[in-house]
């Protein structure tokens, strides 16, 4: 029990796949200007990354390796993260219409997140049971998350101070999250 906690601390905090690993920062700086859009992309990259690392671990372990087809693993993988953001983006367009516009050509992006890849190859790569490579997926989700709800709060505040014209918008969001970053360099090698 112990290890999956220290494994769920490093994914949220320490190996922050937004703020230490870089991976998928179109939807961060895309998807962070309103709390709501945010968190609803949060919410939907936890389902994707939380299924898609369960199925890609098991179609890895049954399937690819077993017969000997790892050469194809990229492909394999991109099928079924299309497939979940598909469902997520039917999902979300029938029940909650307002999040589905909110996120508008951010939730097909989820496909083309890297983040979602990137978990998905490091389950593989670290040799993770199918346990540590759920607790793995759903840990770097919510840090996903964490690192956007944080900085769509810092954006909606800035909105509110005076921003020198040279740094309005895209300027000030992109030094707002090297600093957000700089400040989750301190985590490293708590774990």
């Known amino acids: 029990m112990g290890d999956y906690i220290v494994l769920a601390i490093s994914c949220i905090l320490v190996n922050n796949i937004l703020l230490a690993q870089y991976l998928g920062q179109c939807p961060f700086m895309g998807t962070s200007k309103k709390m709501e859009t945010a968190v609803g992309m ?3 990259v936890i389902f994707v990354l ?5 199925i890609t671990w098991v179609t890895n372990t049954f399937v690819l390796v ?13 099928l079924v993260i299309a497939s979940l953001v598909q469902f997520v983006e039917m999902f979300l367009k029938k029940s909650i219409p307002a999040l589905y516009a909110g996120l508008g050509i951010f ?4 496909t083309t997140n890297c983040a979602v890849m990137g978990v998905c190859l490091i389950n593989v790569n670290e040799e993770y049971s199918f346990m540590q490579a759920l607790v793995a997926s759903f840990s770097y989700a ?3 998350a964490l690192a956007l709800i944080l900085f769509a ?11 020198p014209r040279p740094l309005q918008d895209t300027s000030i969001a992109l030094i707002t999250a090297g600093m957000i970053s700089l400040t989750f360099f301190a985590f490293k090698g708590m774990v």
């Open 42 to 44: 949060g919410m939907a």
């Open 50 to 54: 939380v299924m898609a690392g369960m």
């Open 66 to 78: 077993k017969f000997g087809l790892e050469y194809l693993r990229t492909i394999a993988f991109i």
């Open 107 to 110: 939730l097909p992006l989820i």
């Open 142 to 144: 919510c840090g996903f």
């Open 153 to 163: 709060g810092l954006r909606e505040r800035i909105l509110l101070g005076r921003v």
